[in-house]
């Protein structure tokens, strides 16, 4: 026991140890505390910009809620809002309002303008901003702020162009049109294509052939405007996007492939009756009648 005592050198030791173990330890502690501390700066950093966020979405709020008041709609806030909100205030709040509840619209003929934001023609109900409101201060929207408000609108903008150019073919030359029973043809009014471009007519064709049909029209030949309606609500709905989405070229290419085999099934079907004719009933085939005499 002496003899170990005497070769381990204590002092030696506490000295390898202080120059080792120190400044680990230290190097360690000043790692947590950096750590914490910038989750803990980032985490007030956030909620500082989460704070703002929601007070310029709660300042559109108190615009509609002025509007309320008077039972009016929130089209007739529009210039109000346009001009009280930055652009960088709107690019913030836009997407949170519209998926929370505000009608934001995007006209069909065009495309998502941030400076002049649309609304729709629908009256403003004060409860509802009070829920919003709501949901905005409880930080429930959060996540839907800063979501770049020109990709969000301008989402998906040729099919909504291609289905209000679809309702008004349907509501300005479909819905004026006559059908004539004994040739089995729609009639459309004489100049309806001098109120649509050429672009315009090249995107309808497929969707014209398709309801060009007795399906919309009653026996004396008029249009059934409830059938109209129907086929109009169908287009809202996107029912019709395939044959819209559709090219006219592609449509009657395929349109003569299938006419051409049905041409060809049927003078086939038609030599291999010929040459082959069946016989029904208790008797056999000409071909076995030969061979039997």
């Known amino acids: 026991m002496m003899f170990l005592l005497n070769v381990f050198n204590f002092p030696l030791f506490m000295h390898c140890l202080d120059s080792l173990l120190l400044p680990l330890l230290s190097g360690a502690v000043g790692a947590l505390i950096g750590t914490f501390g910038g989750v803990y700066f980032s985490y007030k950093r956030q909620e500082k910009s989460k704070e703002k966020s929601r007070k310029m979405a709660l300042k559109a709020i108190s615009i509609f809620k002025k509007y309320s008041k008077k039972d009016g709609t929130y089209d007739n806030a529009e210039q109000d809002f346009n001009v009280s909100m930055s652009l960088g205030e709107k690019r ?83 819905d004026k049109s006559q059908y004539n029973v004994a040739n089995d043809t729609v009639y459309y009014p004489n100049d309806w294509f001098v109120h649509f471009s050429w672009g315009e007519k090249l995107a309808l064709g497929v969707f014209k052939q398709r309801v060009s049909i007795n399906e919309y029209f009653n026996d004396d030949g008029k249009a059934n405007h409830s059938k109209i309606v129907q086929l109009v609500e169908e287009i809202e709905r996107g029912v019709w996007d395939n044959c819209l989405c559709w090219d006219f070229e592609s449509y009657q290419s395929v349109q003569s492939t299938y006419s051409l085999n049905s041409q060809l099934s049927s003078m086939l079907q038609a030599n291999i009756l010929s040459n082959n004719p069946i016989k029904v009933g208790n008797s056999i085939t000409q071909e076995a009648s030969e061979k039997t005499q």
């Open 92 to 174: 913030t709040i836009l997407v949170a309002l519209h998926k929370l509840g505000i009608p934001i619209i995007v006209q069909p003929d065009s495309r998502f303008s941030l400076a002049s934001t649309c609304f729709d023609k629908i009256r403003i109900d004060q409860d509802e901003l009070d829920a919003i409101a709501s949901q905005i201060e409880g930080g429930l929207c959060d996540h839907l702020f800063f979501i770049d408000p020109e990709s969000y609108f301008n989402e998906n903008i040729r099919i909504r162009t291609l289905r209000s150019l679809a309702i008004r073919w349907t509501n300005e030359v479909l």
